[in-house]
């Protein structure tokens, strides 16, 4: 695998650091668009986290995904057709990305103030 990845290495034309930064928005993307509209209820909305999390992880260079669901928008389930459609706004998520010595914090949160759910850097080091 060390063959593989100098490979893939040798296609970037950045500095580490901007390649980790790059990786963390990929994968800030694949948060938002691959999981807003998913249905959800409170009964899964715990596996869906886990689901979420668990695809993150699986992507190159993630060392750790937490994903947290705001359970504001749930009531107590009447029937079947009680569900929700998961929004940007409801979805918090912290992802660590690590190449070399490099690791970057990526975060998702609604930002009440911007109206918006933003996706930001909130840590960047060198080991």
Request: proline residues 3%.
């Given at each position: 695998?060390?063959?593989?990845?100098a490979?893939?290495?040798?296609?970037f034309?950045?500095?580490?650091r901007?390649?980790?930064?790059?990786?963390?928005?990929?994968k800030?993307?694949?948060?938002?668009?691959?999981?807003?509209?998913?249905?959800?209820?409170?009964?899964?909305?715990?596996?869906?986290e886990?689901?979420?999390?668990?695809?993150?992880?699986?992507?190159?260079?993630v060392?750790?995904?937490?994903i947290?669901?705001?359970?504001?928008?749930?009531?107590k389930?009447?029937?079947?057709y009680?569900?929700?459609?998961?929004?940007?706004?409801?979805?918090?998520?912290v992802?660590?990305?690590?190449i070399?010595?490099?690791?970057?914090?990526?975060?998702?949160?609604?930002?009440?103030?911007?109206?918006?759910?933003?996706?930001?850097?909130?840590e960047i080091?060198?080991?």
């Amino acid at each position: 695998m060390i063959g593989r990845e100098a490979l893939a290495a040798s296609r970037f034309k950045c500095t580490i650091r901007e390649r980790v930064l790059f990786e963390a928005g990929i994968k800030m993307g694949t948060i938002y668009h691959q999981f807003v509209g998913t249905p959800v209820n409170l009964e899964g909305v715990e596996a869906l986290e886990t689901a979420i999390e668990k695809s993150i992880c699986t992507q190159p260079y993630v060392e750790s995904a937490r994903i947290h669901i705001d359970r504001g928008v749930f009531g107590k389930s009447k029937d079947q057709y009680s569900y929700f459609s998961l929004t940007g706004e409801k979805i918090d998520a912290v992802i660590r990305i690590k190449i070399e010595n490099v690791t970057a914090v990526a975060e998702m949160r609604y930002d009440p103030e911007l109206g918006y759910p933003l996706m930001y850097i909130s840590e960047i080091r060198e080991d």
